[in-house]
């Protein structure tokens, strides 16, 4: 399967993944022929991007570190209490949810550790801060996991995570959804979800370690103290908050918005470990970047020898060598005979560059035209 943006989606294609609704509901379910009228119907509701199936890359599964009804069940529950907290602000959280879903994530992330990320999920698309809590927790718990955290540890770790922004919930919409430059008293405003989260956990101390308020409290700090709300630096931040920080700046650079699309994960990881001398803690981030795949599998990337393939699988100890299906030659030219090459075998062979989706489809186009 391949990741499509939806402005780059044709009549014809094939959906790989179904699309749902962050209350869990089934909109396009997969194995459908899109048609122009899903597809116009798939712009108004703001889907940025889908998976397809094509030629190239068939049904090569793609595996993710927690299932799909795991996944779904989670934003649900968090979307259910985010939402009752912004309407009636006190009593809205449900803690016995909240503990449940942390716990089914912990157990799958434990039972699929060995897994890397090869993408967050955009299958929920229609409220940003419900399906992003739930990867930060995961990719929170995986980290904890890598640095060998007990049950007790990951459990708290999972449940500061989900609820990091919740305080989120209690700045006024115009504020949070503004969607141009904020004045300096919105950015005051939209800086006090920290604050807030804190004090929406604390409400329920019976329930929470007061850990997972903290996780909320200082999730914006950064490692130079150029953070915020109380400037700490270093290991003033708790081991948790500074977990959270990379897991919330990764899955936030990758996401698609309607307002713009999302960073490739190579250039996430880029960008990781660029902060991780100043903003994020050195040692975490290093990690953390090992259970997230630079060049996630149905990735396009191009090698020094001119030739093009979607990567099939990827060696957690050789990142950067994956094997790649090679498709097209150097001219472009589509292969009769495509054949996977394991860079961890071939030593002067390297991915040199990875596709846009827009350059694989006019790869595709041609081709095609051309056989
Ligand atoms: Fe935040």
Redesign the pocket.
Known sequence: MRKVSIDSVEPGMILARSIYSAEGRTLLGAGITLSTPFITRLKELGVPALFIKDQTTGDLPVPDVISEQVRLSAVKTVRDSFTRVQLYHENGLDPAEVKEAASAIIDEVLRNRHVMVHMTDIRTFDDYTFGHSVNVCVLSVLTGIAMGYNELQLFDLACGAML??I??MLVPLEVLNKPGRLTPEEFTEIRR??EF?FEIIRQYKDQFSLLAAHVAYQ??ERFDGSGYPRALKGNEIHEYARIVAIA?MYDALVADRVYRKGYLPYQAHEIILAASSRELDPAISQIFLQSIAIYPIGSTVQLNTGDIGVVVDVNKIHQSRPVVRLIYDHRGKLLSHPYELDLTRHLTVFVEKVLFEEQVSQLISSSSVEA
Do not use: I, P, S, T
């Open positions: 990091h922004d305080g989120k979800h920290c989260g999730h914006q919330d």
